[in-house]
């Protein structure tokens, strides 16, 4: 669709709301920025470390995403995305993506098999607060982060009593979205329930730069236009909140989640079979988890207990048919995952400058995969035990000191007592500057395919361990119209017995442990916004300096000794502008990657001609134009979304192009 039209369409559908409704400024679609206040600045519980929370206005901005494009574009977390609507991992301070744990709403979601999440999978309808604790400051909610923890979460209105959304959108490569909500309820029970659907054949264009001929008149190589087949994905789900607060001091929860996706995976772009073969790959992720809790919150003493179960299953099938031959199914491959979650937590103000923390997990899992063809898998279930302490005081008005612990049991390992201890201070009053600092250790366990996978699982892995130091400052400045968040962080991380996935000599893919990994680096954050007359003025941002390299030659790979570990950029970071008037917004992403490698082998002294081997840096830019109204209590809208707004030609992974511009039509009713 011509961007021309798509504009038109925008101003016909904004201008078919009755003029009555021009000069409401819509209060139902516009959502203030979380508020920066000096509590929030300089508490005892985050002394000495890193949480930064991403706001409701950027969660509005991208509803009809996955969370894979919120923390890319919005966050200094690198995704690693394997293509659209395809695979997402996260490098957290250029960590691997089993060193990112994940939660939502307390329960943790990484898959025990696989050790991490996939980000692709979980759409931003569902997420109500998004927040990130960067290193040590992961100590208190799991072990194993070592690069950080991420935490989804759902809210609850408690002057609520009818309220709902919808929203439709419709974008290009067949694309559709449909999300609905309805919340109900009073000051003691609240019910919020969502549904969605999402649809994309996903039949981009692209140029083909794996294929190539050389035109005989020019010498030039010419490389053919092609279409990214079999990449289709959906998935839908919903999610039921409940609710209750007998009393003012008590209140208890339970939530569902339940969804169901499958998408197709296409061919390598070097593939050149011939017409009349052909070669489908097929996966499947059906997950349901739940989890209840019950909260007592009174003047000095704190109860929460939480309890959990996330059920996933993953199940991957590839067929080939070569012209006459009967179709072949080389892989069907299953994997079901149960994960039972339980915990206490305990906190107590021994005075009010004094706060003491302590928490009890006792988690089982039960993990089986099995391929039906080549009857390889494993099943295993274990039980893992956690004890966790803290102790956070308020000195002075001027620092704050902080000091956690926690240790784990696990079946055959001996775990290490890892701990964060940190302190902030605040040189001046009238200021809102803190400076901080931390020293933590921590700890990951293998994952089970890292232990048991066929072939390539390594039972004799040693667990990754390391200790990590980190300061920074953090500034805020704020006035009767206008907001000023800063935070400047830097970290180095000493990290031994890494684990990766190397080839061996018998010709597969085998877990093994590196000596020693060192990431270490620096991160800004900045947030503004001002408002005058009628305009309201916004800008954040981000910029991550990472580097994550090997001290020591990995496993006799010539030049692997100081060179960044692949997938991992030096330089990233990103950008959002926004401008709002009288219900009129127009908001500005802009992202940037840098070079990435490909391999553990460092060719950085070769001559001009870009290696193979290496991504190039990428600049991608995408604007977001609409019009909010209310009218009584009905709020309509409708926005035009515009990504990869110059079209560039990229790559995330080697044989997976990227679509070129692409545009989304999103409708919005709220009442």
Not at 362 to 384: C, W
């Amino acid at each position: 669709m011509p961007i021309r039209y798509a504009f038109y369409l925008l101003f016909c559908l904004a201008a078919a709301i009755p003029a009555s409704g021009q000069g409401i400024v819509d209060s139902v679609f516009s959502l203030q920025p979380v508020a920066i206040s000096s509590a929030r600045l300089f508490t005892k519980e985050e002394a000495g470390t890193k949480e930064t929370r991403v706001d409701s206005l950027v969660l509005l901005e991208k509803i009809n995403l996955s969370l894979s494009d919120v923390l890319a574009e919005n966050t200094t977390v690198y995704i690693k995305d394997y293509g659209r609507g395809a695979l997402a991992t996260a490098s957290f301070r250029g960590t691997s993506p089993t060193h990112t744990q994940v939660s939502w709403n307390g329960l943790n979601i990484n898959s025990p098999m696989l050790g991490m999440v996939d980000f692709s999978l979980i759409p931003v309808y569902i997420v109500d607060e998004l927040s990130l604790q960067h290193g040590a400051a992961s100590v208190s909610e799991h072990s194993g982060g070592l690069g950080g923890h991420i935490a989804i979460d759902n809210n609850v209105n408690w002057n609520n009593t009818l309220s709902g959304r919808y929203y439709q959108g419709l974008g290009s490569f067949a694309t559709f979205d449909e999300f609905a909500q309805i919340n109900l309820g009073n000051k003691k029970l609240q019910s919020k329930t969502r549904a969605y659907y999402n649809y994309s054949k996903n039949n981009y264009p692209f140029i083909n730069k794996q294929q190539g001929t050389i035109d005989p008149r020019t010498g030039e190589i010419v490389n053919p236009t092609a279409e990214n087949l079999d990449a289709d994905f959906a998935k839908k789900g919903f999610q039921q909140e409940i609710y209750f607060k007998p009393a003012s001091h008590i209140v208890a929860s339970a939530r569902v989640w339940g969804q169901d996706a499958h998408r197709s995976i296409p061919n390598v772009l070097s593939y050149e079979g011939s017409d009349t073969t052909y070669k489908k790959n097929r996966q499947n992720d059906r997950t349901l988890k739940g989890v209840v809790d019950g909260n007592y919150y009174g003047d000095a003493f704190r109860v929460k207990w939480k309890s959990g179960v996330d059920y996933q299953q993953l199940l991957y099938v590839l067929k080939i048919k070569n012209g006459a031959q009967p179709e072949q199914q080389p892989v069907n491959s299953g994997s079901t995952m149960l994960s039972q979650v339980n915990e206490l937590k305990l906190e107590y103000d021994l005075l009010p400058s004094i706060r003491i923390k302590a928490s009890a997990d006792a988690n089982y899992f039960n993990i089986s995969t099995q391929d039906s063809v080549t009857h390889l898998g494993y099943r295993e279930e274990r039980m893992e035990y956690s004890i966790y302490g803290g102790l956070y005081f308020s000195l002075t008005h001027k620092l704050n000191l902080s000091l956690e612990l926690r240790k784990d049991w696990l079946p055959s390992t001996l775990t290490p007592l890892i701990y964060q201890a940190g302190f902030s201070y605040k040189p001046f009053v009238q200021h809102e500057l803190v400076v901080k600092t931390s020293v933590s250790r921590n700890f990951h366990n293998p994952t089970l395919n890292d232990l048991y996978w066929q072939p390539g699982g390594n039972p004799n892995l040693l667990p990754e361990q390391g200790y990590t130091l980190e300061g920074g400052l953090d500034y805020a400045l704020i006035g009767r119209n206008k907001k000023l968040e800063t935070q400047l962080s830097a970290y180095y991380s000493d990290i031994d017995n890494w684990i990766q996935w190397l080839p061996n000599i018998k010709g597969y893919w085998e877990a093994q442990n590196l000596r020693n990994v060192l990431s270490r680096g620096i991160e800004l954050n900045v947030k503004a916004s001002m408002e005058v007359a009628h305009w309201q003025w916004s800008a954040q941002g981000c910029y991550a300096l990472t580097r994550t390299t090997s001290t020591e030659a990995i496993h006799q790979i010539h030049g692997s000794e100081g060179n960044q570990l692949p997938f991992i950029p030096a330089h990233s970071g990103n950008a959002l502008l926004s401008a709002d008037y009288l219900g009129f917004y127009l908001h500005y992403q802009y992202q940037y990657i840098g070079v990435r490698n490909m391999l553990n082998s460092n060719y950085e002294t070769l001559d001009d001609a870009f290696p193979f081997y290496r991504l190039y840096a990428l600049h991608l830019s995408g604007i977001s134009v609409g019009k909010d109204l209310k009218l009584h209590r009905l709020g309509l809208g409708a926005e035009l979304k515009v990504s990869n707004l110059y079209n560039e030609t990229y790559r995330n992974v080697l044989n997976r192009f990227m679509p070129g511009r692409s545009y989304t039509l999103l409708l919005k009713l709220r009442f």
